[in-house]
């Protein structure tokens, strides 16, 4: 039986339904939209490719922890640690062992998605706020261990040759945009083929009612602990990702702050959205960019209130924005790009 769809789209299976691209408008818009990214580094300058590259590695760590948050509804206050154990892998494996990057890569990932299995056992026991601290506590013990091992440099810097396939080294801002790029592409496109398998589907379930989906015989234990080691794994990914860009690694870089980032970036964006995502992650960091530059033009226009206070506008008004987005929009920047679009499929009939 045909399922109607907003302005004569009609699917025929479960297929098409579920499909990333369903009508021909779209696959076009999405081979537009592919052009448009491989061409963005010849309108930019280097600086802004610099942020584009990072808004890339994040939105790889974020998507992570929309697997564990956003679908599963577990949550998570130590991706930046589990980034960390990423980045600290691919620079051994790279810099000390010498093995190529294409090696480091993946060991990054399933190191710390292994390393997310041990801290996610307690999922299986504990939930909510409990759950939280347990993470919490991740974050701070597998910083305290990269500061206390001689392979990792302590508490000094370690650096890291930049990251090369064969005789090809990404050592410029483009070159280095090019390869995060394609690692994200190809990160975002498993990312939601996943969500729209029996794993997404039970991610949902166990989020919403975990206690119904169980009685619908969902294992628990197996989908949670996969959502924990798909996170950490992403997390990895994006940890190898910025250990190759910046080529130089500092404990500091992994702090309890980034996590609570990445966790507003999905609250943001609208969590269980893989587009949701990048909204949050570019408006994250366009807003940070903004208050970089918003912060010593006040200190220089108001000099009798102290430059201190200025310095932490960033953080003043990220947290104010996390409670703006939870007070009137609590699903998220992809809840007013779902409106957006019911809009434009329906006019001029939208009503």
């Known amino acids: 039986m045909a399922i109607s769809r907003p302005c004569g789209c009609y699917d025929t299976n479960y297929e098409q339904g579920e499909a990333i691209a369903r009508?021909?408008?779209?696959?076009?818009?999405?081979?537009?939209?592919?052009?448009?990214?491989?061409?963005?580094p010849l309108f930019l300058g280097t600086e802004w490719t610099s942020v584009v590259n990072l808004i890339i590695i994040s939105a790889v760590a974020a998507q992570g922890l929309n697997f564990l948050t956003g679908y599963c509804g577990q949550i998570s206050l130590g991706q930046a640690a589990f980034m960390a154990v990423g980045?600290?892998?691919?620079?051994?494996?790279?810099?000390?062992?010498?093995?190529?990057?294409?090696?480091?890569?993946?060991?990054?990932?399933?190191?710390?998605?292994?390393?997310?299995?041990?801290?996610?056992?307690?999922?299986?026991?504990?939930?909510?706020?409990?759950?939280?601290?347990?993470?919490?506590?991740?974050?701070?013990?597998?910083?305290?261990?990269?500061?206390?091992?001689?392979?990792?440099?302590?508490?000094?810097?370690?650096?890291?040759?930049?990251?090369?396939?064969?005789?090809?080294?990404?050592?410029?801002?483009?070159?280095?945009?090019?390869?995060?790029?394609?690692?994200?592409?190809?990160?975002?496109?498993?990312?939601?083929?996943?969500?729209?398998?029996?794993?997404?589907?039970?991610?949902?379930?166990?989020?919403?009612?975990?206690?119904?989906?169980?009685?619908?015989?969902?294992n628990l234990r197996y989908y949670k602990l996969l959502a924990f080691f798909l996170c950490c794994f992403y997390a990895g990914i994006a940890g190898s990702m910025w250990a190759h860009y910046t080529t130089v690694l500092h404990p500091d870089h992994f702090g309890i702050l980034n996590s609570i980032r990445y966790l507003g970036m999905i609250v943001i964006g609208g969590m269980g959205s893989i587009t949701g995502t990048v909204f949050g992650v570019v408006f994250i960091k366009l807003l940070d960019e903004f208050t970089a530059i918003l912060g010593p033009t006040l200190a220089a226009a108001?000099?009798?209130?102290?430059?201190?206070?200025?310095?932490?506008?960033?953080?003043?008004?990220f947290g104010l924005v996390i409670i703006l987005f939870l007070i009137f929009e609590p699903r998220g920047l992809y809840h007013r790009w779902q409106i957006f679009k019911n809009w434009y499929r329906l006019y001029p009939f939208s009503y």
């Open 23 to 40: 009508t021909g408008t779209q696959k076009i818009l999405a081979g537009v939209a592919l052009a448009f990214l491989f061409c963005l």
């Open 87 to 218: 980045a600290y892998t691919s620079a051994i494996i790279t810099t000390v062992l010498g093995l190529p990057f294409l090696v480091a890569l993946p060991c990054a990932g399933l190191l710390a998605g292994l390393i997310g299995l041990i801290f996610g056992l307690p999922a299986l026991k504990i939930k909510g706020f409990y759950l939280a601290m347990s993470t919490l506590a991740a974050q701070f013990i597998i910083i305290w261990v990269i500061e206390h091992l001689d392979i990792t440099g302590g508490t000094a810097k370690l650096d890291v040759i930049p990251a090369s396939i064969g005789a090809l080294s990404f050592r410029t801002e483009i070159q280095k945009y090019y390869l995060l790029l394609v690692i994200a592409i190809v990160m975002f496109f498993f990312a939601k083929n996943l969500v729209r398998s029996g794993v997404g589907r039970a991610w949902v379930a166990i989020r919403d009612n975990d206690l119904a989906a169980e009685g619908m015989g969902i």
């Open 302 to 317: 108001f000099p009798a209130i102290g430059g201190g206070i200025f310095a932490a506008l960033g953080l003043m008004i």
